[in-house]
């Protein structure tokens, strides 16, 4: 049992505690006549289900227990509180996606575009005397995409509520809620990362943003090394060079403790101007490599979608910060509606008295109670520029 048992309409004092206090019956109770939602019935399984938690976190001597094993009571509230025990919830990841894609919002269902103009930005040339100005040319360049509606649906009945009285179905609509805050960081996880490793059209050697395979691309300082000068290097079109501003690295659990590592190391160690570790001739120098990156964020999705081989854990991501220039992906929510949405279905049945029928009272053919929750996004990977992966293999 080692797990926190859910503490049942009221708690008490540990100095109060005693098998005689809690579970005396000289007084006439009993709770083999009660019936289960009895007030005194409940306060029963409350003590005795904080007795229980007090000894299992060692709180309370396990004599008491033991003491309290042997009323005629106790073994009936015990059975009746591992039943009625709920396992907490697991404690969800922190939203990912904020930090590497751009957030925007769209009108309606339609494609909506995202246009780009580049050009004109080239260093000056110099103009003679009486000689024209030369022309610059423009480039337009366009992306698209249009948002989606996801959902789900939880259906309950009448009895079910009635008969929770640990109010364990009430915290459904939270559920929902967390539900579709995941979505969104699966979405967008699914823009950059395929089942075989980094989306193969984004990050290619013709765009210059993939850390080459192999031994030295797996994430260390070398490689991390090479995958910034990479990110440093890319020019627009007219071959400038592209400023970036407050670097991600993103990276699955698995790497979770090599990327804080190497991020928060108060020195490294390398090759005379270079990343490397294997010349005799080396400098140490304060970690201003760790300095680079914005903050590290560890993405859970990307072991659940890359699928081949052992990929999902091996590769990673660098990111330029998505609200400087023209970020690597954006996601878009519907105008009015960005956050979901969460329903329950009227009840259609009225009273003979006239009086008004809650939602929880459930329909009039079948009693049905029905959460929903609606969310609405879509998105697009948008720059290779601002982005490199490496598969850390």
Known sequence: MGYELLDLLESHKAEEASVGRLFNTADGRGIRGMRKDDPRYKRSLSEAATLIEDTIKGRRPMYLMQEAMTTSDFPLLFGDVIDRAMLGRYTEWDTVWDGIARRNTVRDFRTVKRNTLDGGEAVLTKVEQAAPYLEASLTEGQYTYSVAKYGRRLPFTWEDFINDDLDALRDSPDRLAKAARMTEDRFVTALYAASTGPNATFFASGNANLVTAGAGSALSIASLTSAYALLRAQKDKDGNPIFVNGITLMVPPALEVTANNIANATEIR?????????????????????????????????????????????????????????????????????????FIKSSNAIRISGGTVGAEDGDFDTDAVNYKVRHVIGGTLMEPKSAVASFGQ
């Open 270 to 342: 390398v090759a005379t101007g270079g990343g490397g570790s294997s010349a005799a001739d080396q400098i140490t120098a304060t970690n201003w490599l760790g300095k680079v990156f914005t903050r590290v964020l560890v993405n859970p999705w990307l072991p659940v979608i890359t699928t081949t081989g052992t990929i999902g854990n091996t590769a990673w991501y660098l990111f330029a910060n998505p609200s400087v220039g023209r970020p690597a992906c954006e996601i878009g929510f519907l105008r009015g509606h960005e956050s979901p949405e969460l």
